[in-house]
């Protein structure tokens, strides 16, 4: 598999970037249809920033937690389902975007194949929001059972975020 | 065979009861350990651990009985405020600060919840939630002290709050019965059933 495949997948590969992703696609989506294209830039601005910083060699940094932290806290406004400024959600992508980044550190060996990979990161990461946001969208249409269903996801992802933040905290690894 | 086409055809009009019981029977073959919990990591780990506590399971499927039971907005608040507050007594116990009772107060929690279906109790909302919500730590608190160190966290703690959610949703789908008389009845019935094995909890026989 090229180095841009891997990078492709590398989003979907670790369940914290699932959980992150999912959180933020289905707060994007609940909003309204004319604000969303704001938050998927932030997210593409951030993400490309992260993925920089990474390509810069910022090497190890706190980025995982920060992403599980903004992961529950994306998923505990979707659980409330409250519309929120333009500013705050695109804020709120923003850093889920850059703290993704930070934490897909390329393992390749050389140069091309590791600037492949953030290069597939990044467009799989954004690529994938922007196809939960259009799914969640979609289900919100269907009626309340598709908001409702979206909330308690929302509340799922929420709270297995709480956990892992304090099995880290437990064992000494947050932050 | 024109009774056998009366009966399918009333099942295919009924499918979604018909699939909520299917599905609670399948949910309930699972043996009952009574809360040994599961030391294996990863999301079927994770998944796994809320099914091996007999009186975890009861007092899951009873909350969502009893949403079901109450109508909306209770029917769908409760799924979603349940595993936030649950959460939150799994901080606690994962930190280490002690709670006094867990282990009496989840057998509790079977009684009560049972009873509030077996007797169709309709409580106002904020009531209902905070009873809800104060079982929900004594949950939360007994499964966090019990979650294995394992390598991957994220997918663990996942597949136990989606274990522990469908279980609510196991609960509401059952609950729909309700909608019908003799569904009423069963309904009220499981209810009861559920208050009798947190009596046997309680009393060691569980």
């Known amino acids: ?175 | 065979m024109a009774r056998l086409r009366s009966a399918l055809s009333l099942l295919m009009d009924r499918w979604p009861v018909v699939t909520a019981a299917a599905a609670s029977i399948l949910l309930f073959a699972v043996p009952a350990l009574a809360h040994t919990g599961s030391s294996t990591g990863g999301f079927v780990g994770g998944f796994a651990h809320p099914l091996f506590g007999s009186d975890h399971v009861v007092a899951m499927v009873a909350v969502g009985l009893w949403g079901a039971f109450l109508g909306a907005p209770t029917i769908w608040l409760l799924p979603i405020l349940f595993p936030l507050v649950m959460a939150f007594g799994g901080v606690i116990g994962i930190v280490g600060v002690p709670l006094p009772g867990v282990e009496t107060a989840i057998a509790v929690s079977a009684v009560v919840l049972g009873s509030m279906v077996a007797l169709a109790a309709r409580p106002p909302l904020w009531i209902a939630a905070l009873l809800v919500g104060a079982f929900a730590i004594f949950h939360g608190h007994a499964h966090g002290t019990e979650l294995p160190p394992g390598a991957d966290i994220v997918a663990y703690s996942v597949g136990f709050v989606v274990a522990t959610g469908l279980l609510h949703l196991t609960g509401v789908a059952v609950g729909l019965l309700a909608r019908w008389r003799a569904g009423r009845i069963a309904v009220r019935t499981a209810g009861g059933a559920i208050a009798l094995a947190g009596v046997a909890f309680l009393s060691g026989l569980g």
């Not at chain 1, 993925?51 to 932290?69: K, R």
């Not at chain 1, 600037?115 to 939960?132: D, K, Q, V, W």
């Not at chain 1, 946001?133 to 709270?159: F, H, K, M, P, Q």
């Open chain 1, 1 to 175: 598999m090229n180095g841009f495949v891997v990078g492709l997948l590398h989003p979907l590969a670790l369940p914290a970037h699932v959980l992150a992703l999912l959180a933020l696609g289905l707060l994007i989506g609940q909003q309204a249809a004319g604000r969303r294209i704001v938050s998927l830039a932030a997210f593409v601005i951030g993400v490309a920033a992260g993925l920089t910083a990474i390509a810069s060699g910022v090497g190890q940094t706190s980025a995982a937690d920060v992403l599980l932290a903004v992961a529950f806290a994306n998923g505990a406004l979707v659980a409330m389902a409250r519309p929120l400024p333009t500013l705050a959600c695109a804020l709120l992508a923003a850093i889920t975007g850059v703290t993704l980044g930070l934490d897909s550190p390329p393992e390749a060996i050389s140069i091309a194949v590791a600037t492949a990979i953030l290069l597939g990161t990044g467009l799989g990461a954004s690529l994938a929001l922007a196809a939960i946001v259009a799914g969640t969208s979609y289900i919100a249409s269907l009626g309340d059972w598709g908001r409702i269903g979206a909330r308690i996801l929302g509340s799922w992802i929420a709270a297995s975020a709480l956990l892992v933040l304090a099995l880290r905290f437990a064992r000494g690894q947050l932050f």
